[in-house]
Each structure stands twice: as structure tokens, then as C-alpha cells.
């Protein structure tokens, strides 16, 4: 009986170990994921300013073509 106790105990650990061990990467890849979120919104404010300079520019060469 003694030896069981001792089993149930050494798996108790083991999962205690396993459960810490996958909250880590759970908060690895949740970290991972906000890095991500903020490297993808700087890229669609970036894409924005980029689709308005686009429009700017191509007005601006309308202009042009009109006048020559």
C-alpha cells in the first residue's frame, strides 16, 4: 500500500511539473501573439499612409498629364 501512495504522489508531481511547464509556453506564445498584433497594426497603419501617398501622387501626375 505504501508503494502506491508513493506512485500517486510522484504522478501528482509530475503533472504539477508538466501543468507549470505548458502555463510557460501558454504565456511564451501569448506574448508571442500581442508582439505579433502590434507588428501587424504598425503594418496597416504603414499600408494606409502608404495607399494615401499612392492616391497623392497619382492625382498629382493627373495634374501633370493634363497639363501637357
Do not use: F, P, Y
Not at 8 to 21: I, L, T
Not at 36 to 45: F, I, M, N, Q, V
Request: with cysteine.
Amino acid at each position: 500500500m505504501r508503494g502506491c501512495e508513493l506512485g500517486a504522489v510522484g504522478v501528482c508531481v509530475c503533472v504539477c511539473v508538466c501543468r507549470r511547464k505548458l502555463q510557460a509556453r501558454i504565456n511564451e506564445l501569448e506574448s508571442a501573439a500581442e508582439q505579433a498584433k502590434g507588428k501587424s497594426a504598425k503594418l496597416e497603419k504603414d499600408k494606409s499612409r502608404l495607399t494615401m501617398e499612392i492616391k497623392d501622387v497619382t492625382i498629382q501626375l493627373d495634374e501633370v498629364s493634363d497639363d501637357c
